[in-house]
């Protein structure tokens, strides 16, 4: 019974071969599959291992990456190819073997390297994301046109080997139709262009404070499109990357001191001698901060109600938050110190004159 099975097996033919040969060529191309799938399985494993552990072996990470980044595709493929040793071919279909291999092999190289740019690029964002916002954004613009150039060559080299297909005219007429794509998507493009232009220029990064315009707040993405910007109301803006470029941008996290100029107002009625001393009291009040320092003080001008005083100083740091606490200290001390000089803060007041008509002397009635 065994003999006459066996028998069967060998002699049935399916599609020019024998089912034997169909048994042998699908157990090596599931083993095959297995294997791989196995290797790419054990290589995500320890992917996720060495980043729980941050092991710093090179070696090791890059061989994790190569191993844990096999396509499915290239799995699939070079387990039909393998099965397919085992199988009489059509001419026309065993031709296929070496390109097909070819192919499989550019593809996956195009994976790796892809992968190796995001596993770089996330790298350097981690750390270097909180000193250096701007360089984050332009290592991403770099990648993704690094991916569209490997991406590209990739298309172009799986084309070449394709039997038949002439890649020197298809770049002609992909030339050709991009002009028409280009004239189409001018605005998306334009974009596009303007957000490299944010990545390579820099005026401003993730996490910056900027005002375009009347809007104001912290950056949160940069886009190929569109920049997300984050209000100190809470809600999202959203700015087209072209229109941006073309608004006056105020960025101010770069801001590394900050210029602070006010004006106080006395009354009339204070004596001269105190107004000599309203510039030393302002100038008292900065000594107790390490991290300003006074520009000028100026009996400025005579206002309609008031003796007007400006006072100039700097706060060191661009933090809005430390320039209110060193105005509020200064408020605090100015009023203190002008309640014990008797010097009054002037405010809107107007002042009538009154001026009584002199009668007439009693001679010039006796004249009429």
Same mark, same amino acid.
């Given at each position: 019974?065994?003999?006459?099975?066996?028998?069967?097996?060998?002699?049935?033919?399916?599609?020019?071969?024998?089912?034997?040969?169909?048994?042998?060529?699908?157990?090596?191309?599931?083993?095959?599959?297995?294997?791989?799938?196995?290797?790419?399985?054990?290589?995500?494993?320890?992917?996720?291992?060495?980043? #729980?552990?941050?092991?710093?072996?090179?070696?090791?990470?890059?061989?994790?990456?190569?191993?844990?980044?096999?396509?499915?595709?290239?799995?699939?493929?070079?387990?039909?190819?393998?099965?397919?040793?085992?199988?009489?071919?059509?001419?026309?279909?065993?031709?296929?073997?070496?390109?097909?291999?070819?192919?499989?092999?550019?593809?996956?190289?195009?994976?790796?390297?892809?992968?190796?740019?995001?596993?770089?690029?996330?790298?350097?964002?981690?750390?270097?994301?909180?000193?250096?916002?701007?360089?984050?954004?332009?290592?991403?613009? %770099?990648?993704?046109?690094?991916?569209?150039?490997?991406?590209?060559?990739?298309?172009?080299?799986?084309?070449?080997?394709?039997?038949?297909?002439?890649?020197?005219?298809?770049?002609?007429?992909?030339?050709?139709?991009?002009?028409?794509?280009?004239?189409? %998507?001018?605005?998306?493009?334009?974009?596009?262009?303007?957000?490299?232009?944010?990545?390579?220029?820099?005026?401003?990064?993730?996490?910056?404070?900027?005002?375009?315009?009347?809007?104001?707040?912290?950056?949160?993405?940069?886009?190929?499109?569109?920049?997300?910007?984050?209000?100190?109301?809470?809600?999202?803006?959203?700015?087209?990357? =072209? !229109?941006?470029?073309?608004?006056?941008?105020?960025?101010?996290?770069?801001?590394?001191?900050?210029?602070?100029?006010? =004006?106080?107002?006395?009354?009339?009625?204070?004596?001269?001698? #105190?107004?000599?001393?309203?510039? !030393?009291?302002?100038?008292?009040?900065?000594?107790?901060?390490? !991290?300003?320092?006074?520009?000028?003080?100026?009996?400025?001008?005579?206002?309609?109600?008031? %003796?007007?005083?400006?006072?100039?100083?700097?706060?060191?740091?661009? !933090?809005?938050?430390?320039?209110?606490?060193?105005?509020?200290?200064?408020?605090?001390?100015?009023?203190?110190?002008?309640?014990?000089?008797?010097?009054?803060?002037?405010?809107?007041?107007?002042? %009538?004159?009154?001026?009584?008509?002199?009668?007439?002397?009693?001679?010039?009635?006796?004249?009429?």
């Amino acid at each position: 019974m065994t003999n006459q099975i066996n028998q069967l097996v060998q002699e049935k033919v399916i599609v020019a071969n024998t089912l034997d040969q169909w048994v042998t060529a699908s157990a090596v191309a599931v083993g095959v599959a297995v294997v791989l799938w196995l290797v790419r399985l054990i290589g995500r494993r320890l992917a996720k291992r060495e980043l #729980k552990q941050r092991l710093v072996q090179k070696t090791a990470h890059v061989v994790t990456i190569i191993t844990g980044h096999l396509s499915y595709l290239f799995i699939v493929g070079i387990a039909v190819l393998a099965g397919s040793q085992w199988l009489n071919l059509p001419e026309a279909a065993a031709r296929w073997r070496r390109p097909g291999l070819t192919m499989l092999l550019i593809i996956q190289i195009g994976v790796w390297l892809n992968a190796f740019l995001t596993v770089a690029v996330k790298r350097y964002e981690k750390k270097n994301f909180e000193q250096h916002a701007g360089k984050v954004t332009t290592a991403r613009a %770099l990648v993704f046109i690094g991916r569209i150039f490997i991406f590209t060559l990739m298309l172009l080299a799986v084309l070449d080997n394709i039997p038949g297909v002439e890649v020197t005219t298809l770049i002609t007429g992909l030339g050709i139709g991009g002009i028409a794509v280009a004239l189409a %998507l001018q605005n998306i493009l334009g974009d596009l262009f303007a957000s490299l232009s944010i990545s390579l220029d820099r005026p401003f990064a993730i996490g910056d404070f900027i005002i375009v315009d009347d809007f104001l707040g912290a950056v949160e993405h940069i886009g190929l499109k569109t920049t997300r910007i984050r209000s100190l109301g809470g809600e999202q803006l959203v700015f087209s990357n =072209t !229109d941006l470029l073309k608004s006056r941008i105020r960025n101010y996290k770069r801001m590394q001191q900050r210029r602070v100029p006010f =004006t106080v107002g006395v009354t009339y009625q204070t004596p001269p001698s #105190k107004l000599r001393k309203v510039p !030393d009291i302002f100038k008292k009040q900065l000594e107790q901060f390490d !991290d300003v320092h006074f520009d000028r003080a100026h009996f400025k001008a005579y206002g309609t109600y008031s %003796l007007d005083f400006e006072f100039v100083y700097y706060v060191h740091t661009s !933090d809005y938050n430390r320039y209110m606490d060193v105005q509020q200290a200064i408020n605090l001390g100015l009023y203190e110190e002008f309640q014990k000089e008797g010097i009054e803060f002037a405010y809107p007041t107007r002042t %009538l004159f009154v001026e009584n008509e002199k009668q007439k002397p009693e001679a010039d009635q006796t004249l009429e």
